[in-house]
C-alpha cells in the first residue's frame, strides 16, 4: 500500500548562506584523518547512540536500512577481537596479500599490530544485511552494499562533525566479528570503526592529496 505524503519540511537557505556553510563544511573534513593512535579516554554512550542514530538517517533501498552498528566498550570483548584481527592480518601480510597491495600500502606504514582495538573506548562495527528472514520467508534487501556504504559514510562525518576520531578498518577476512558478536549469518561484517580521541602522540602519514579536478567531471568528458 502506497505510504501516506506528507508535506516536506525542508531547511531551505539563502544562497550566501549555502555557501557559507558548504565553504565551512568543506573546511572542517577536510581535517579528517584516519586515526592509528588513540588515547584511551572515554566517550560517553550517549553521544556514541547519537551519531549511529546519524548513520541510521541515512537513505536506503526500499527504506529497509539493511545494516546493524554495534557498539562495544566492553575490554574483554575488544581483546577477543583485536587478538583474532591480529591473527587474520598476520596471515594476510605474511601470505594473502600481494606485493603490489602491501606496496601501496607503504607510505601508511600499517603492519599486523592493531593495538587500537583495545585502547580505543569505542569499536563499531557496522555489518551489512543482505536479507532477512520475515515469516519464515527470505525477503531480500535492495542495494545493501550501497546503503551500508552511505550510512557508515553519514557516521564517520557526524564522528567528526561532534569532535571523535576514527577508523575505516577493514582485517580480512571479518567473519569473526560475526562470531564474536553473536550476529546471525545473514549479517556480513562490513567496517570496523574504532571511535575515541587522537592520544597526544599522535601521528598521520604525509600523504599526497589527489586533486580534485581527477575526481570531478563537468557535464560531458
Ligand atoms: N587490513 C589491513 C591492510 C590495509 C588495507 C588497506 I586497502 C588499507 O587502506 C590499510 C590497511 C590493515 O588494516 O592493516
Redesign the pocket.
Known amino acids: 500500500m502506497p505510504a501516506r505524503m506528507n508535506p516536506y519540511d525542508f531547511p531551505r537557505r539563502t544562497s550566501s548562506d549555502m555557501a557559507a556553510r558548504a565553504a565551512a563544511l568543506l573546511t572542517e573534513m577536510d581535517t579528517r584523518r584516519s586515526c592509528r593512535f588513540f588515547s584511551d579516554e572515554p566517550v560517553p554512550r550517549s553521544v556514541i547512540e547519537k551519531v549511529i542514530e546519524v548513520g541510521h538517517t541515512a537513505p536506503s533501498g526500499a527504506n529497509r536500512k539493511p545494516w546493524r552498528f554495534v557498539a562495544i566498550d566492553d575490554a574483554e570483548i575488544k581483546r577477543e577481537i583485536r587478538l583474532a584481527a591480529e591473527e587474520e592480518?598476520r596471515q594476510?601480510?605474511a601470505h594473502r596479500?600481494p606485493p603490489r597491495?602491501l606496496g601501496?600500502?607503504e607510505p601508511?606504514g600499517?603492519?599486523?599490530h592493531?593495538p587500537f582495538l583495545e585502547i580505543a573506548p569505542w569499536l563499531v562495527v557496522v555489518f551489512r544485511i543482505d536479507w532477512e528472514e520475515i515469516d519464515g520467508e527470505r525477503e531480500p534487501n535492495y542495494y545493501p552494499a550501497e546503503s551500508t556504504g552511505i550510512a557508515a559514510g553519514f557516521f564517520l562525518m557526524a564522528c567528526h562533525q561532534v569532535g571523535l576520531a576514527t577508523l575505516t578498518?577493514?582485517?580480512?577476512p571479518m567473519k569473526f566479528l560475526r562470531e564474536i558478536l553473536g550476529r546471525p549469518v545473514n549479517e556480513k561484517p562490513y567496517l570496523l570503526i574504532p571511535v575515541g580521541y587522537p592520544s597526544a602522540d599522535c601521528t598521520v602519514p604525509d600523504l599526497p592529496k589527489k586533486p580534485l579536478s581527477e575526481a570531478l567531471q563537468w557535464n560531458r568528458g
Open positions: 592480518e594476510s601480510y596479500m597491495w601501496a600500502l601508511i600499517t603492519d599486523a592493531k578498518h577493514t582485517p580480512s
